[in-house]
């Protein structure tokens, strides 16, 4: 069991165990959110392991103020009236992404966009007093509904989580809307919260429905997938001539003194590690330019299957949908 502690009083406790790279479940105006230091990508690892989570779909960084936001994503007029008008609230925008912020690759799946989020109430203040952005989706099981009372997140998530900041039930209940700002262009990419109509009265701009009708159940998936320029060859044993390899693990594939480099998600075989490593080495073999990138067997059990499935995405052809 989790332990549950009222928001008023749970604060300080909340921001010790996030500066220490542990889960916490806080409240929001939406949804309950299972949070993260947005900057520790161990940390953030966390959070799909927690949820079961069989996939990397990018996450909402929380803010506490625009400054913060401003360290993460780039806001043109249109994202800055937005935020003005919305913010706090259930308004998640998809921004681009600032270059080098200290955001874990794990937060935005190696995107070039970003989901900054200003929550209502203790979620806010517990970013405000840690410093940094919060990663959090939904605090529910993988597949499982969104839990919009302490009681929802004990029974989900309970025997994996240190501590549930209780805020009583969730004031909305449903998840924020999500928009995208792209060059004066918005899109919605799930409703929620605020309504498109709202949206469209405040900026005098037409929102572009993506999906007609359908609610889209992760709009991660919608966005264009982060890939690397050059191929992936999975499950190298050998590493070939002219390749790089992204090693795994204490032991390393034959050849390996060929490789145009070398860089080891995990030298101890740590799956949260190589989790939280993972866009960002292929981020640095991508810029090194080498043509084929060579990845060592990486198991296929807990964060590992959420690893390969985001590998053989990186390493499908490119062009029409990846599954
Ligand atoms: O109300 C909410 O939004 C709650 C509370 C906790 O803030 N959070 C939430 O998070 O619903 P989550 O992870 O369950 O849903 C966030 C969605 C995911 O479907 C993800 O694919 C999408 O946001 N997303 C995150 N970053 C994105 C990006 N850069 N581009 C497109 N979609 C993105
Ligand atoms: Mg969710």
Redesign the pocket.
Same mark, same amino acid.
Request: charged letters at 10%; zero cysteines; proline letters at 9%.
């Given at each position: 069991m989790a332990r549950t502690i009222q928001a008023d009083e749970a604060v300080d406790e909340a921001v010790e165990l996030l500066d220490g790279g542990n889960l916490v479940a806080i409240p929001?105006e939406?949804?309950?959110?299972?949070a993260a230091d947005a900057t520790n990508g161990e940390a953030v690892a966390k959070i799909f392991e927690a949820k079961d989570r069989p996939l990397f779909?990018?996450?909402?960084a929380?803010v506490a103020d625009m400054t913060m936001a401003e360290r993460i994503a780039d806001f043109d007029d249109l994202a800055e009236k937005l935020a003005g008008r919305f913010w706090p609230g259930?308004l998640?925008l998809?921004l681009p992404?600032v270059e080098n912020s200290r955001i874990s690759g794990l937060v935005?799946?190696g995107?070039e966009?970003?989901?900054v989020?200003m929550?209502v109430g203790v979620?806010r203040l517990i970013a405000a007093k840690l410093g940094r952005p919060l990663a959090?989706?939904?605090?529910n099981p993988s597949g499982k509904l969104?839990a919009t009372t302490a009681a929802d997140v004990e029974a989900g998530l309970g025997d994996r989580i240190p501590l549930i900041v209780d805020g009583g039930r969730a004031r909305i209940g +449903? @998840?924020?809307t999500?928009l995208?700002v792209d060059e004066g262009n918005l899109t919605l990419?799930?409703p929620?919260?605020i309504s498109v109509e709202d949206i469209e009265v405040a900026t005098g701009k037409p929102v572009e429905r993506v999906s007609s009708g359908s609610t +889209? @159940?992760?709009?991660?998936?919608?966005?264009s997938h982060y890939a690397p320029d050059a191929g992936l060859r999975l499950n190298a044993v050998e590493v070939l001539n002219g390749e790089a390899l992204l090693a795994f693990g204490p032991k390393r594939a034959a050849g390996v003194d060929r490789a145009k480099a070398v860089m080891n998600l995990s030298p101890d075989g740590s799956l949260l590690e190589a989790a939280a490593n993972l866009f960002s080495h292929l981020h640095s073999l991508d810029r090194l330019g080498a043509r084929i990138i060579a990845v060592e067997p990486i198991p296929d059990q807990g964060l590992g299957a959420a690893i390969n499935d985001r590998l053989s995405r990186a390493a499908a052809p490119r062009g029409g949908m990846k599954k």
């Open positions: 929001t939406t949804v309950y959110g299972l779909n990018p996450l909402i929380h259930a998640t998809v992404a935005t799946a995107l966009t970003i989901a989020r929550p979620a959090a989706p939904s605090a969104s +449903v @998840e924020s999500i995208k990419l799930r929620g919260g +889209v @159940e992760a709009p991660g998936m919608l966005a």
